[in-house]
């Protein structure tokens, strides 16, 4: 059975850094396509960055690109998103999602309809 545990969420002030982590077990997450979700009070939930299987490309949302970064390591079977410089805006639930049955497309790694697992999510609040 697949499970995703997300960690490392918190309240930092704007400028600060977090790295969220997914612990994955029941599959080998190197296989299949990951991505990070977020959903912030009253808004629907939109994707943040997305990997290919092999963590060969990546692709991340306007909002978060050369501010975030998602890896990795397939020796640990745990995805991570690096977050620096945060902005109030990126207050949110975040989720990692993983796509256990095929390869997602480059195009659609932000798309959650995509993805089949998730984890149970990580509070990040960001004070100005």
């Known amino acids: 059975q697949v499970q995703l545990v997300d960690s490392g969420g918190g309240s930092v002030q704007a400028g600060g850094s977090l790295r969220l982590s997914c612990a994955a077990s029941?599959?080998?997450?190197?296989?299949?396509?990951m991505g990070w979700f977020r959903q912030a009070p009253g808004k629907e939930r939109e994707g943040v960055a997305g990997?290919?299987?092999?963590?060969?490309?990546?692709r991340y949302a306007d909002s978060v690109k050369g501010r975030f970064t998602i890896s990795q390591d397939n020796a640990k079977n745990t995805l991570y998103l690096q977050m620096n410089n945060l902005k109030p805006e990126d207050t949110a639930m975040y989720y990692c999602?993983?796509?256990?049955?095929?390869?997602?497309?480059?195009?659609?790694?932000?798309?959650?309809?995509?993805?089949?697992?998730w984890g149970q999510g990580t509070q990040v609040t960001v004070s100005s």
């Open positions: 990997i290919d299987t092999d963590g060969s490309s990546t």
């Open positions: 029941g599959y080998t997450l190197s296989r299949y396509s």
């Open positions: 999602a993983a796509n256990t049955r095929y390869r997602v497309s480059w195009y659609r790694l932000l798309i959650q309809g995509q993805y089949d697992s």
